[in-house]
């Protein structure tokens, strides 16, 4: 017999900023307009893990395109809530994106940093297009001057972790999209 689905308090959250629900709705509508968008023709998806990956997975469901779908690594944010300067490639891109209609994907927009170097590096690719989907936007803290094409939700300028997002690799697997109890915010 299924089980019902467990409910969960979050004990290492001070607030819960997005519910599951909710990310499961914006998720399905970012679907749709991407679909709209971009019609009939081929998407190649390009991740920036590990951040993108749950917000990856549930959005490439919610799209019937022919996809195909590549990930690519960057260091930027070291164990800690503070940027750590210059974002670099770790991991890099091995499908061809020439003449390819890219979707990339992440997280979240914060400084900008991350995005600017990885739109650069697939713009030099010359693919046929390339359109930016973030999940979060945190607009007051751009460093750079960088707009996404599709973003899930603009929020305040808190750190968050959930559903991808993490502090020193841990919460990533939270349904919702919350703020971390300062208590919470020591490494260790
Ligand atoms: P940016 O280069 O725009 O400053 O930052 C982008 C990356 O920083 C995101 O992909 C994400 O990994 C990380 N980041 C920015 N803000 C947050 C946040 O509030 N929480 C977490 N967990 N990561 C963040
Ligand atoms: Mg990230």
Redesign the pocket.
Known sequence: MPSPRRTRAYPELERVLIAESAIRRRVRSLGREIMTAYGDEPITVIA?IN??ILFTADLLREIDNPVRLDCIR?SSYRNNTKSSGRPRVIQALTLDIKDRHVLLL???LDTGR?LSVVSKLIRKKRPASLRVCVLLDKKGRREVPFDADYVGFSIPNKFVVGYGLDFAERYRNLPCIGVLKPERQVLG
Request: hydrophobic letters at 50%; aromatic letters at 0%.
């Open positions: 920036i951040g993108a960057i992440d997280d979240i991350t």
